[in-house]
């Protein structure tokens, strides 16, 4: 009778520490899974980008530095507005680009048109600076692919 009860002993326990194994697996896999944690971004065209439309790379100017911005391919909407192939400007000042399956920053350095505006004037220290362009969707998010601008050099007088 012990030995039947050790065995049945031992056999929950296996079947419990199996259990919690596959099971604890399973979870493991799907916290991991770059499916899993990915967040859904929305596609753009191969062809979208958008630009500057002044300044030109490599120009000199005084502050505050007045900026315009172009789009093809991709409709220039308020953030929020979900709509296919469409998104709203972020400038990026001196920066690198951001994580494209996070929301963009909005720092000094990262600057939010969430409004669909395709001009501005910003402030800038006198000195050399880089401009680069990112389309973000209705949460600021970047598609897929990015939709970004070559990134331009200026110098402030």
Known sequence: ???LRLALMQILALSLLLGGMLSGCDKQEAATSPKANAVIRQLAPDD???????PADGATVTSPVRLEFG???????????????SGHH????????????LPIPK??????FGDGSFSTEISLEP????LQLLLGDHRHIPHDPPVLSNRISITVE
């Open 1 to 3: 009778m012990r030995n």
């Open 48 to 54: 979208a980008r958008v630009y500057f439309v002044t």
């Open 71 to 85: 789009a093809d391919g991709m409709t220039i909407v308020a953030a929020g507005t979900e709509q296919a192939f």
């Open 90 to 101: 972020h400038l990026l000042i001196d920066v690198e680009l951001p994580s494209s399956d």
């Open 107 to 112: 720092d000094a350095n990262h600057i939010h």
């Open 127 to 130: 000195g050399p600076h880089t």
